[in-house]
């Protein structure tokens, strides 16, 4: 057993402990979240050059053009801009999606185009209008767009057979590329121009039918035992994916790490020296506990920073306590799994290179997990998630989505598929154990997959 | 005393190739074994199974009188053929690494990793990491991972391979001063003239079986010597001056003078008095068969049988 420790200990220290592990695996992801959170509003809001340029218009109604210009002028475009509502982010308050799209729309307006509006005239010929368009591009300024609108666009003697009126459309021709925040404030001012008009011209005051056909919904509230907050959409799936993605990590780095130590100390001929002194079941014992405190230790850390950031959201209830035990406890047994696959792997090749086609079913059973997790999350207690569930080698990570998405499985069934994992575990275990024991020593040609399977019937 | 390693018709194949076919083996405690034999011949999978690494198919094994060598781990130090070290690690700490692993105790394991690092002139390279180690001295390093826990029995697979002279004769000496502290010691070898050198017994292995298991005397008189070598003080000697002399059957020039073949019978002792009465000689010997000679005798003899079997089968 102390052997088995001592074997664990230094296959932890010896990946853990290391300026690589530390920069690679804390450092840089921190750096890059700070860089993230700290430089991307900055280079958001430089959004280069505004774009300068003309936009011609046949007014076939007579009535509009000068109503767009004035809307396309850069006078109004800047206070539409400025009207936008930025809602300001208070610290812990997750915006909703029309927020959302709001400072996305002002980051997006944020370079108010200089455009002048030319009217070409009612009977201008829009065939010659188009011409201009076909010259350089939207950088280089020129006329980028011809607006051709429809002469019963506002007023109309035409009715569907309801007697609803039927009124003209337009249409927008512009330069290829024109970006498309610049074609939508254009569309916006003449769809804008003509509502209005027809508003009018049916004695309707925009202002009023604005009042009457908007409906303000106050943000939905979630009612918890310690009192009310804001519903934020996306949370039902943060929970689950969140879990599954941070022991599918965990599971994977351990997993990698152990793969790789196993290849080097079987190239590096390290192997039979440690095997004069313990069994190749020590051995491998030793080294999948200690790439499990790995992989534990990434957990800790990321899990710790999901709970603060939770913790900082005020959405810590979510959290069931229960919840991180049934975790612990899939992503010893998943880890357990996998890492066997990887040792058995890592024992029968000679170098990382030869490992890639063995490694293949490994990989496409670790990502079963992240094509599932969606359809097992979004409907927790439906049979497909149950069946998933109770399947290994994913049952472990299928488990943990279900225990933390919105509808908890029973108890039964969490104790069902934990039983599952340990059988599963054990006999992977058992199978990897015999690869290993003939694999470590065994140089020369790649195995195949056959061969790993007669090496596990040999043994 | 028990026999530190006891072997009985050991077989073990690799698919369709026997590396080991019936192999018996008895090994006195206290005793320098030699294993020899060409690449391939079946030492290292012998070896392996004794250090319970790979199982045999079928036979009887026992070391310090365990059925495994897994129950006497700690009691057994062992260099094996396909060696290494972690090349990121300290060379003192993979040392120690390697002690704590065969059971040292904390307390112990400075002291001795120390005193073997000095002894074998690496205490300098002590905090050194071991990929910043020449082969040699990696080398040297493995065989004080081998040995710092005092083992009883100490197999070596082919100390030698990839050292220098200087390096090679300490190691000589290291394993003669430990096998004199009473650890019983096998070592293989390719090169048949360490085995000379260095050992009491010689085990002979080729095509998976022993062909020889000896002391090196005895060996030496089984096969006993037919030729001479002379050196007479007239280089323009001829042959047929040579074979005129009764009991010469034959003789080939070499590059220091003759070797001559003696007819079957007649003792070497006579065959020289012979010469000396008639030629004029510098130099006249007894031409002892090396190993090497005996072993190639061996291999290419088809006929031969091991004589150690038919002795067995007698008793």
């Known amino acids: 057993m102390s052997r088995m420790l001592q074997i664990a200990w230094r296959e932890f220290a010896s990946t853990a402990l290391t300026k690589g592990f530390i920069i ?54 800047t206070e539409e801009t400025q009207s936008i509502d930025i809602p300001k ?44 368009l076909r010259v350089g591009t939207a950088n280089e300024g020129g006329v980028l767009a ?33 970006k498309d925040s610049v074609q939508s404030t254009i569309r916006r001012a003449i769809t804008e121009s003509i509502r209005e008009a027809r508003l009018e011209n049916a004695g309707l005051s925009p202002d009023q039918v604005n009042a009457l056909t908007r409906v303000d919904a106050e943000q939905t509230k979630e009612i918890t035992e310690e009192g009310e907050r804001d519903s934020i959409e996306g949370l ?40 004069s002194a313990v069994s190749p079941m020590q051995l491998m014992t030793g080294k999948i506990l200690g790439q499990l405190m790995v992989g534990a230790l990434i957990m800790l850390v990321y899990g710790s920073v999901g709970i603060v950031g939770l913790l900082m959201a005020t959405l810590a209830d979510v959290l069931e306590p229960m919840m991180l035990v049934w975790l612990v406890l899939f992503f010893v047994l998943a880890y357990v799994q996998i890492a066997s696959m990887m040792a058995a792997v890592g024992s029968a090749v000679n170098e990382m290179r030869e490992a890639q086609s063995l490694m293949t079913p490994v990989m496409a059973i670790i990502m079963i997990p992240y094509l599932l997790w969606m359809p097992v999350a979004m409907n927790p207690s439906g049979t497909f998630a149950v069946v998933c569930s109770f399947l290994p080698p994913v049952n472990s990570f299928m488990m943990i989505v279900r225990i933390t998405s919105t509808e908890r499985p029973e108890t039964w069934q969490i104790l069902v598929s934990l039983a599952i994992s340990v059988v599963s575990s054990f006999l992977i275990l058992r199978g990897a154990a015999k690869i290993f024991r003939v694999g470590l020593l065994m140089y020369g040609k790649p195995p195949n997959l056959k061969t790993l399977i007669k090496w596990i019937r040999m043994a | 005393m028990t026999d530190a390693i006891r072997i009985s018709d050991l077989h073990k194949s690799f698919g369709e190739k026997r590396a080991v076919r019936g192999m018996e083996l008895i090994v006195p405690a206290g005793s320098l074994h030699g294993f020899i034999g060409p690449n391939g011949a079946g030492k290292t999978t012998t070896i392996r199974m004794i250090m319970s690494i790979i199982f045999p198919d079928r036979g009887e094994l026992s ?48 002291g001795r990793a120390m005193g073997w690092l000095e002894k074998v002139g690496l205490a300098d390279v002590a905090a050194k990491k071991c990929e910043e180690l020449s082969k040699g001295m990696q080398q040297k390093v493995q065989f004080i991972a081998a040995v710092i826990h005092k083992p009883e029995l100490l197999i070596l697979d082919e100390p030698f391979s990839g050292l220098d002279p200087v390096n090679m004769r300490l190691l000589r000496d290291l394993i003669r001063e430990i096998n004199d502290s009473g650890t019983t010691i096998i070592f293989s070898t390719h090169v048949m003239a360490q085995a000379e050198q260095l050992c ?45 002399i009764a009991g010469i059957s034959g003789a080939i020039k070499t590059d220091s003078g003759w070797e001559i073949e003696i007819e079957d019978g007649l003792p070497p002792s006579e065959a020289i008095a012979r010469i000396a009465g008639q030629i004029e000689t510098a130099r006249i010997e007894v031409k002892r068969p090396s190993l090497e000679d005996i072993f190639i005798e061996i291999v290419q003899d088809e006929s031969y049988v091991p004589q150690f079997e038919t002795q067995e089968v007698a008793s």
Do not use: C
């Open chain 1, 146 to 178: 011809l607006a051709v609108i429809d002469a019963k666009a506002v007023v109309t003697d035409e009715t569907s057979e309801s007697g609803v009126p039927r009124f003209g459309a337009y249409q927008l021709y512009v330069k290829p590329k024109l």
């Open chain 2, 63 to 110: 070391v310090l009188g365990k059925k495994s060598a897994i129950e006497s781990k700690d009691r057994i130090g062992y260099l094996p053929e396909e060696r290494g070290v972690y090349k990121k690690m300290k060379v003192l700490a993979f040392i120690k690494y390697m002690a704590r692993l065969k059971g040292v105790a904390d307390a112990e394991l400075h």
């Open chain 1, 24 to 77: 690679g695996g804390f450092v840089v992801p921190a750096v890059i979240l700070v860089i993230m959170i700290t430089l991307l509003p900055i280079l958001l809001k430089d959004e280069g050059p505004a774009i300068e340029g003309e936009v011609s218009i046949i007014d076939q109604s007579g009535v509009l053009a000068e109503d767009i210009a004035r809307r396309l002028s850069p006078e109004a475009l």
């Open chain 1, 236 to 275: 039902n799936m943060l929970l689950p994916g969140g879990f599954m993605i941070l022991m599918m990590m965990a599971v994977m780095i351990g997993g990698q790490y152990l793969l790789t130590t196993t290849v080097e100390e079987k190239s590096s001929r390290v192997v039979e020296v440690l095997l």
């Open chain 1, 89 to 132: 982010i208070e610290p812990g308050k997750t915006p909703s999606p029309q927020e959302t799209s709001d400072m996305l729309a002002k980051a997006m307006m944020r370079s108010i185009p200089k455009l002048t509006v030319r009217e070409l005239g009612a009977q201008a010929d829009p065939e010659a209008a188009k011409e201009p």
């Open chain 2, 200 to 244: 009491d017994n010689i085990v002979m292995i080729h095509n998976g079986q022993k062909v020889l298991d000896d002391p090196l005397d005895k060996i030496r008189s089984r096969f006993d010597p037919k030729a001479l070598l002379l050196e007479p003080m007239d280089r323009s000697l001829d042959e047929a001056r040579l074979t005129s």
